[in-house]
């Protein structure tokens, strides 16, 4: 079940992992990006948590909704504006009293495409949320199961972002994104948020 508390214990737990890799995240971007994508995570996440602690929200959709306002504006880069995109699709779809893990991340996956406009194979972090979502509908998500899609963008060609600049030379490597977003719905399974 979803839950305000449940939920603050998740994205905590994901600011957690942001700042434990930050360092891993940016090298993975510095191969085929900028270098910045750990940076630009951990600015997103200590914001949001210093964000949820100062406003203590009392419903699902009012965490959601201040996580996403703290990354849009803090994270910067391609990702800030996608997280931020994605949480706020999240916190509307989460008004109701009996809130789906499933229908939260449908919802965070199609604002992401909406803004990015990036389709599954295009080496984004796409390719971490829609196998997610494949695998809440058959109640099969694990965290091999992550792993395996994060790990699995490592064959994929860049054909969207800063990495498409690389065009076949980011063939081999992970995209920082995935990892990233990875990182997310592993947070989200160790707190029970399913
Ligand atoms: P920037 O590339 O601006 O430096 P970051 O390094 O923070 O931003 O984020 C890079 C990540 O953003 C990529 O690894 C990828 O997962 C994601 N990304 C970039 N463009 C798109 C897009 N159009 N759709 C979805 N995800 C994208
Ligand atoms: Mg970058
Ligand atoms: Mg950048």
Do not use: C
Not at 156 to 181: C, M
């Amino acid at each position: 079940m979803v839950t305000v508390e449940n939920t603050v214990n998740w994205l905590k737990n994901f600011a957690d992992k942001i700042e434990t890799n930050k360092a891993y995240l940016s090298d993975l971007d510095r191969a085929i990006g900028d270098g910045d994508h750990g940076n630009n995570m951990a600015r997103g996440v200590q914001a949001m948590v210093e964000k949820l602690d100062d406003s203590e929200p009392t419903s699902v959709q009012a965490v959601l909704k201040t996580a996403s306002m703290a990354l849009l504006s803090k994270i910067g880069g391609a990702s800030g504006p996608l997280y931020g995109t994605a949480l706020l699709e999240m916190s509307k779809q989460a008004k109701e009293d009996q809130i789906e893990v499933k229908s939260l991340v449908e919802a965070g996956l199609a604002g992401i495409q909406k803004r990015g406009k990036a389709e599954v194979g295009e080496k984004t972090m796409v390719d971490l949320w829609a196998p997610v979502l494949d695998h809440l509908n058959k109640q099969t998500l694990s965290k091999e199961a992550i792993d395996e899609a994060v790990n699995a963008t490592k064959d994929l060609k860049a054909t969207k972002g800063r990495a498409s600049y690389v065009g076949d030379r980011s063939i081999g490597a992970i995209d920082p994104g995935a990892a990233s977003s990875g990182y997310l719905f592993e947070a989200m399974m160790e707190e029970g948020v399913l």
